[in-house]
């Protein structure tokens, strides 16, 4: 991927590690706590944690998977050819009677 900016800069630059701050200028009281810095936190919905143990969940795909091969085999699964062709055939019915 090639991201050209609008700066004079032209090409990737390699990121480095920039130096800490520096504590000549820094007046320290005593008994003060240093400043941390703020924790990214991240929270799971009960859906979302439903979601992942079904897909997660190799029983239940199992099932789901001969459910759709049931279908098929049955001519019952509606793909999207199947609903084109039968568009199609409506379509064609359509102009036929004009």
Do not use: C, H, W
């Not at 924790?39 to 001969?66: F, V």
Request: aromatic residues 2%; without cysteine.
């Amino acid at each position: 991927m090639d991201v050209n900016g609008t700066s004079s800069i032209s090409g990737s630059l390699p990121i480095s590690k920039q130096a800490g701050p520096s504590n000549t200028n820094i007046n320290k009281t005593p008994g003060t706590k240093p400043i941390s810095s703020p924790q990214d936190q991240l929270e799971i919905s009960s859906a979302g944690r439903m979601l992942d143990e079904m897909t997660n969940n190799s029983d239940m795909r199992a099932e789901r998977l001969a459910q759709i091969k049931a279908a098929i085999d049955d001519g019952t699964y509606e793909t999207d050819e199947k609903l084109e062709a039968a568009l199609g055939r409506l379509l064609d019915q359509f102009n036929d009677s004009e």
